[in-house]
């Protein structure tokens, strides 16, 4: 018998050999078959011994179905984790059925911490994870069937916490072991797209983004919409193109106006909506820090002489960005602020009109040695803009000139019998004095 491992060649042993036939098959032993032998030899027997060897797991991050075995996704700024494989990525070892670990890692992290690796599902008690900041690897170990740890591949998610991450694509290289032999790598590329992020308005001191302020009866130019402290902020954005300011709870139809300087948006517009509510716009391409200065031109007034003060007005401010993320993102807005604002009322001064207005004077005549002249017609007009009645009122003769010590001769007079209830006295020194409370139309049929 020859030794294992060793085939010989028949016509060794044989003059002679006809009709041979050689099956190979591994770990069988194998005889040469002859019909006819010369000599009377017989058979011979050739052993092979086939020697196994270990072969590296295999990964396919993008499926069977794919070409190729490396894979590629896509990450959304401010969205959630991405899984780095596909969802039918494959993990195979020909003569292993447990595996010992299984790594990603992003060969180019461009975020520091703020860009990781994770794993996604449950692991088996016999696996643990474990990520390295430093080297941005996320590794899985201890044994678990291919099964598990192809399960465990498919669920490894990348994420980015950054506003504004840095767009250049990630790599994520992923190895295998059976613990022996380490599969060759395969990469998953993360594409990074971005979205156009909202402006940021705060309206307040300290920042804040709501505020409350106070505007006083008849104050001019008004009470600014925006504190000292307004800030604006956009991560994408360097630029605004719109404001919409609106009174969003108007209560004097007609009087509640908002304004804003032509000077405060050099070569932009300010206009109103024309409807009721009251709503401002102002259309002007320019950088935030000049967007801060504007609104705090932009003014609340009421032209009313007697507004309702019971019910804070609330004035509601947003913003539009300029969409400058090159993604042909659209335009966003901002958050709604508001400044809430308190009015107090003054007490206005009573008015007298000699002909219905209170500029004209009265002109009349008097004639020596007749009768007293009114000075007043029916076009007298007497009111007060937040009083029904008054206390008192003075007539005065600015200019006396026919006095004596003794005597006055000129002298102001008035039906007394109007109004009963008043109190009625001229002074020589030119004064007719009513005191009394009553309406305004008692006083006007007295005067």
Not at 43 to 52: R, S
Not at 214 to 243: H, Y
Not at 290 to 308: C, G, M
Not at 364 to 384: I, K, M, N, W, Y
């Amino acid at each position: 018998m020859l030794p294992q491992g060793v085939f010989s060649s028949p016509s060794l042993f044989f003059p002679q050999l006809i009709g041979c036939i050689l099956c190979i098959s591994c770990f069988f032993c194998h005889q040469f078959h002859s019909s006819q032998f010369i000599g009377n030899h017989l058979p011979v027997t050739a052993f092979v011994q086939f020697a196994a060897v270990n072969d590296a797991p295999f990964l396919d991050l993008n499926g069977p179905t794919e070409v190729g075995k490396d894979n590629q996704v896509t990450f959304v700024e401010e969205t959630g984790p991405v899984r780095i494989a596909a969802a039918n990525a494959t993990l195979r070892d020909v003569d292993n059925t447990t595996l010992a670990w299984l790594s990603a890692r992003i060969v180019n992290n461009q975020d520091g911490a703020g860009e990781w690796l994770s794993e996604g599902s449950s692991l088996p008690s016999s696996v643990t994870a474990s990520y390295n900041a430093g080297t941005a690897t996320l590794t899985l170990s201890g044994p678990a069937s291919v099964q598990r740890y192809e399960a465990m591949l498919r669920d490894i998610t990348f994420a980015n916490d950054r506003d504004e991450p840095d767009p250049a694509p990630r790599v994520v290289q992923v190895l295998a072991s059976d613990g022996l032999l380490t599969s060759s790598p395969v990469t998953s590329t993360v594409n990074m797209v971005f979205t156009n992020d909202n402006p940021v308005l705060s309206l307040g001191p300290g920042q804040a983004t709501n505020w409350t302020t106070s505007f006083v009866e008849d104050e001019r130019p008004g009470t600014a919409v925006a504190s000292a402290d307004v800030a604006i902020t956009d991560d994408d954005d360097t630029q605004l193109t719109e404001a919409r300011v609106a009174i969003a709870n108007p209560q004097n139809a007609g009087f509640e106006v908002l304004t804003v300087p032509a000077s405060a948006i050099p070569g932009g517009s300010a206009t109103g909506n024309g409807t009721w509510p009251p709503q401002l716009t102002i259309m002007w391409t320019a950088p935030l820090a000049q967007w801060e200065a504007a609104l705090q031109q932009v003014r609340y007034v009421n032209l009313d002489n007697d507004p309702e003060v019971a019910t804070p007005r609330r004035v509601t401010v947003q913003l539009f960005d300029a969409a400058l993320t090159g993604f042909g993102e659209p335009r966003r807005t901002s958050n709604v602020a508001e400044a809430t604002i308190v009015l107090t009322a003054v007490n206005d001064a009573p008015q007298v009109g000699f002909n219905g207005s209170t500029a004209a004077p009265m002109f009349t005549t008097f004639v020596e040695g007749q009768g007293p002249v009114a000075l007043t017609t029916s076009s007298l007009r007497v009111f007060d803009f937040d009083d029904t009645h008054l206390q008192s009122a003075t007539v005065r003769i600015e200019n006396l000139i026919d006095r004596t010590l003794a005597n006055t001769f000129e002298v102001l007079s008035v039906n007394a019998s109007i109004a009963p209830s008043l109190s009625v006295q001229y002074f020589p020194d030119g004064y007719l004095q009513v005191d009394g409370n009553a309406t305004l139309d008692v006083y006007r049929a007295l005067l």
